[in-house]
T-cell receptor, first 113, second 114 residues
Framework: DGGITQSPKYLFRKEGQNVTLSCEQNLNHDAMYWYRQDPGQGLRLIYYSQIVNDFQKGDIAEGYSVSREKKESFPLTVTSAQKNPTAFYLC????????????FGSGTRLTVV | GENVEQHPSTLSVQEGDSAVIKCTYSDSASNYFPWYKQELGKGPQLIIDIRSNVGEKKDQRIAVTLNKTAKHFSLHITETQPEDSAVYFCAASLTQGGSEKLVFGKGMKLTVNP
């Protein structure tokens, strides 16, 4: 079955460390997105990519980095520059520009210890 | 840029009652309005969507209405069941600098009491 997979489901990070969250899709979607979810804040866009080897900053990109070397993969790195990284992170994909239906992964919960 | 407001933030109903969630948006160029349901610990799932060329769409117990003049759209759930309990998000499309993305509301937690 086609879908979008995020791993790990839970991740613990020590202060000052970088961590990378994985997002893989086999839906043949061109566009991929990373959102951060905090209680009462809804979904806030971190980065998005509409085609391989290209990506754009979202509303809260500071302290995060991404790459899009393959169509199927869009990993997110939470760097030590992100001051408040504890959150639920969601990856999504869509067919591409002109079609907006997003498929979401099941999320990664990151906790700083 | 686009701003999507969603209200109420929480709603509690009795099983069998109807529930209505309302959203407003600011960008008159928005033309796609999806609704997502998120269960605890999971990612959001698309439940229904509507494009700007129609005013209403139904799928079994759920329906969405769109008023482009007033820039608001609503989700209606009839005959609610306990499994409808979840957080519901509305969203509106935004085209910015040649890129297209969705802007989400803050979500509404629906509780259906048996």
């Amino acid at each position: 079955d086609g879908g979008i997979t995020q791993s790990p489901k839970y991740l613990f990070r020590k202060e000052g460390q970088n961590v990378t969250l994985s997002c893989e899709q086999n839906l043949n979607h061109d566009a991929m997105y990373w959102y951060r979810q905090d209680p009462g804040q809804g979904l806030r866009l971190i980065y998005y990519s509409q085609i391989v080897n290209d990506f754009q900053k979202g509303d809260i990109a500071e302290g995060y980095s991404v790459s899009r070397e393959k169509k199927e993969s869009f990993p997110l790195t939470v760097t030590s520059a992100q001051k408040n990284p504890t959150a639920f992170y969601l990856c999504a994909s869509s067919i591409g520009p002109g079609y907006y239906g997003y498929t979401f992964g099941s999320g990664t919960r990151l906790t700083v210890v | 840029g686009e701003n999507v407001e969603q209200h109420p933030s929480t709603l509690s109903v009795q099983e069998g009652d109807s529930a209505v969630i309302k959203c407003t948006y600011s960008d008159s160029a928005s033309n796609y309005f999806p609704w997502y349901k998120q269960e605890l610990g999971k990612g959001p799932q698309l439940i229904i969507d509507i494009r700007s060329n129609v005013g209403e769409k139904k799928d079994q117990r759920i329906a969405v209405t769109l008023n482009k003049t007033a820039k608001h759209f609503s989700l209606h759930i009839t005959e609610t069941q306990p499994e409808d309990s979840a957080v519901y998000f509305c969203a509106a499309s935004l085209t910015q600098g040649g890129s297209e993305k969705l802007v989400f509301g803050k979500g509404m937690k629906l509780t259906v009491n048996p």
